[in-house]
Nanobody, 122 residues
Framework: LQLVESGGGLVQPGGSLRLSCTASGRTLNPYAIGWFRQPPGKEREGISCISSANTVKNYLDSVKDRFTISRDNGKNTAYLQMASLEPSDTGVYFC????????????????WGLGTQVTVSS
């Protein structure tokens, strides 16, 4: 399984972006997908996860009312819709996969993409 993130870029505060995580090599169906970000000079943090069955969606408190995670198994892609973006959302965004269920720790995810840069600035 390989993962590739896309959709990052430069956006003004209050703007929106949709990130995509596209899988190849295997079907995404049996995997939970997590989104992580690493702000400049800070540790990587988990921000959202969706289970393989699409029944569980978790969010970091600071993004809970602004970000929406989803998946389209037919397209082998997961998404992170981000709205009302703030400068503190700036960072490199990664998606990662592990079988079936979401996990709390980044170390439990087995496969990672290389990341996509999101910059929120006026």
């Amino acid at each position: 399984l390989q993962l590739v993130e896309s959709g990052g870029g430069l956006v003004q505060p209050g703007g929106s972006l949709r990130l995509s995580c596209t899988a190849s090599g295997r079907t995404l169906n049996p995997y939970a997908i997590g989104w992580f970000r690493q702000p400049p000079g800070k540790e990587r943090e988990g921000i959202s996860c969706i289970s393989s069955a699409n029944t569980v969606k978790n969010y970091l408190d600071s993004v809970k009312d602004r970000f929406t995670i989803s998946r389209d198994n037919g397209k082998n892609t997961a998404y992170l819709q981000m709205a009302s973006l703030e400068p503190s959302d700036t960072g490199v965004y990664f998606c990662a996969a592990l079988p079936l269920f979401c996990a709390s720790g980044a170390q439990e995810y087995e496969t990672w993409g290389l990341g996509t840069q999101v910059t929120v600035s006026s």
